[in-house]
């Protein structure tokens, strides 16, 4: 493994593309070297962390700038959140 990038990974995303917390957390999960720690489920449409320790203590600081799996998860959370709310502002119809 090369390493990721350093630093935080904001909500974001706007139209400049996707939030660096996605690309980076993308990078970690496609990674084959950690597939032990964390992988693609078998349908590929989501991960599966295998070992939260060991992503936490290894793989979280090379990418993140802290190494708590209870952040990370908050954060994957409110992405999530935000994205649904995307997803739904716009599939709704408009009543004219």
């Known amino acids: 493994m090369d390493g990721g990038p350093a630093?935080?990974?904001?909500?974001?995303g706007g139209a400049t593309g996707p939030?660096?917390?996605?690309?980076?957390t993308y990078e970690m999960v496609d990674d084959s070297s950690t597939d032990e720690i964390v992988s693609w489920?078998?349908?590929k449409s989501s991960f599966v962390v295998w070992n939260p320790p060991e992503f936490a203590r290894v793989l979280l600081p090379m990418y993140f700038k802290h190494?708590?799996?209870s952040s990370f998860i908050r954060q994957l959370n409110t992405y999530m959140a935000t994205e649904l709310l995307k997803v739904?502002?716009?599939?709704?119809p408009l009543n004219n």
């Open 88 to 92: 739904v502002d716009y599939d709704l």
């Open 19 to 24: 939030a660096p917390f996605l690309l980076k």
């Open 7 to 12: 630093g935080g990974g904001g909500v974001g």
């Open 41 to 43: 489920s078998s349908t």
């Open 67 to 69: 190494n708590n799996f």
